[in-house]
């Protein structure tokens, strides 16, 4: 497949190696065409890697990821351009987190809303699926870093989207994604993230994930 991957920290060069060692053509995108982290991330990809800018890197994904920092992938997936992202998988890994007052981050909405519904809404013709999260970066491509069983959720409104990013995260060495429903989960999934964030301070690692028990 051809992906797109819109972001360029920890999460889209973890996820873009990852599907670049699946056998995929991935290419970075960011706000300029030659972001250096970007560039060095295709250089050391080889040659199914590449960086652009995000329009870039949307319009070359069959599937595209948002992995921009929550407060401003509005911004970005704007950058990216709806004629770009139409028709398409947009997997949002964003949470809406303000680290601007310090630690621990806030929500910048919760409740009745969430990140994944405004990108819904702002781009009604993309396939917004939530996926992926609730966990660290490093254990979103290697669930085994975890021992045992753990869960990883999909959310969205269109049920082929959900069961592509189904095929991926069983590609990246998930058992049974449990899929959540329509995008309104998505305020659960990022409402989770003032645990996760305070799991961290008290777990000291960064390799642990939640599990449901039933
Ligand atoms: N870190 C984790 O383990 C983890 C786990 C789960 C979920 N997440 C979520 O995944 C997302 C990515 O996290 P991250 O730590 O990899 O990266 P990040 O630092 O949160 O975001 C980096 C990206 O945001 C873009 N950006 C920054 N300011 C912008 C602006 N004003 N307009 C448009 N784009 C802008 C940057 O563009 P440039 O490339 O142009 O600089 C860059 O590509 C976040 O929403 C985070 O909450 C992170």
Redesign the pocket.
């Known amino acids: 497949m051809r992906i797109g991957i819109?972001?360029?920290?920890?999460?889209?060069s973890r996820l873009g190696t990852k599907l670049v060692s699946l056998g995929n053509e991935v290419r970075m995108g960011?706000?300029?065409a030659s972001?250096p982290?970007?560039s060095r991330w295709a250089k050391a990809n080889g040659l199914r890697a590449s960086a652009g800018t995000f329009a870039d890197a949307a319009k070359f994904g069959e599937v595209v990821f948002n992995?921009?920092?929550?407060l401003?992938?509005l911004?970005?997936l704007r950058?990216a351009g709806g004629e770009n992202l139409g028709g398409k998988v947009l997997v949002d890994?964003?949470?809406p987190?303000d680290f601007s007052k310090g630690m621990p981050p806030t929500l910048t909405v919760c409740n009745t809303d969430s990140l994944g519904e405004q990108i819904q809404r702002a781009f009604p013709d993309a396939k917004v699926v939530k996926a992926?999260?609730?966990?660290?970066?490093e254990v979103?491509v290697n669930p085994g870093l975890v021992p045992g069983e753990h869960d990883t959720f999909v959310c969205g409104n269109d049920p082929k989207a959900k069961a592509k990013v189904v095929e991926i995260l069983l590609a990246f060495g998930w058992k049974s994604p449990i899929d959540l429903g329509d995008m309104t989960a998505a305020r659960g999934l990022e409402m989770m993230l003032p645990i996760w964030v305070r799991l961290l301070g008290t777990l000291k690692t960064?390799s642990f994930n939640f599990k449901i028990a039933k």
């Open positions: 819109l972001g360029t920290g920890d999460v889209g960011s706000r300029t972001n982290k970007a992995c921009t920092a929550g401003v992938s911004e970005a950058l890994v964003a949470n987190l992926l999260n609730t966990m660290g970066n979103m960064r």
